[in-house]
């Protein structure tokens, strides 16, 4: 690992959630499998948020015309190209995927952060672990969340959010997904004199929340802060809703 002072990189919000909730030594995922894969599609559609590429108008996700350079191309132009909107929860569940996932991780290992790594099993199967190769990019992005966890809510102005109500659709089915998604905005923003983190950070603490993993990587952390730090935002409450639908199908299986 390099142990040197953590270094900038430029990482998009799946490759910073992905390097995050993977253990560095073996490359296995910190959270369930389903929650990883979900909260990256959450992850993608906050990525293109925030470069402007796309926003959430009422309930639904639209593309907005802009044409920002990014890495997620294919995933805009699925967006722009639908004769008809999505929710964003549709859109989690429309991008989330083992093939989406291991791209990113791909994508990283080319940079050379982590390391790809094959698992025989019983001479036939080999499962692909991800180890870090290059400790300072990870440094670096903890460095900022730990920075951003202590900064008081007090110095982020709301975000702007639309009439918003409790959208947990405690059913589901194909039809609830017009329903569950707020409306929202981006991650809040400084006060004017005052020094609050960015809002890439925001979104990172927003995505890492509703995957259960801010508590595993900093127990430590004020909850009630970071709820305020990632308030409404709509992308992290798409993933919460997905998250919370899969687990409700889960139940009713096990049941059956």
């Known amino acids: 690992m390099n142990a040197e002072t953590p270094q900038a990189v430029e990482l998009s919000l799946p490759q910073a959630f ?29 990525e293109l948020d925030l470069v402007g590429a796309i926003e959430l108008q009422g309930k639904h996700v639209r593309a907005t015309g802009a044409t920002p350079g990014t890495e997620l191309q294919h995933e805009l132009e699925l967006i722009r190209g639908k004769s008809r909107p999505h929710s964003a929860r549709r859109w989690v569940s429309m991008l989330e995927g083992r093939a989406q996932t291991q791209r990113i991780y ?13 698992e025989k099993h019983l001479g036939r199967f080999r499962a692909v672990r991800y180890p870090e190769k290059d400790h300072a990019p990870e440094a670096a992005l903890l460095e900022k969340i730990r920075t951003a966890l202590r900064a008081d809510p007090s110095d982020l102005q709301p975000p702007e959010t639309g009439a918003a109500e409790d959208t947990a ?30 809002a890439r950070t925001i979104a990172l603490i927003a995505l890492m929340q509703a995957a259960g993993l801010l508590g595993k990587l900093f127990p430590e952390a004020d909850r009630v802060r970071a709820s305020e730090l990632a308030k409404d935002y709509w992308p992290s409450r798409a993933v919460e809703d997905e998250l919370r639908m899969i687990r409700l199908a889960e139940e009713e299986a096990a049941t059956l």
Do not use: N
């Not at 560095?24 to 559609?45: H, Q």
């Not at 059913?171 to 006060?191: E, I, M």
């Open 106 to 118: 791909e994508q990283m290992a080319a940079a050379g952060i982590v390391e790809h790594v094959g």
């Open 18 to 46: 992905l390097l995050l909730a993977t253990d560095d030594k073996d490359g296995k995922p910190e959270v369930p499998v389903f929650a990883l894969r979900t909260t990256v599609a959450g992850a993608i559609l906050a």
């Open 169 to 198: 659709v405690a059913g589901g089915g194909p039809d609830a997904a017009t329903q569950d998604a707020t409306p929202g905005s981006k991650p809040g923003t400084p006060k004017p004199g005052t020094k609050a983190p960015e």
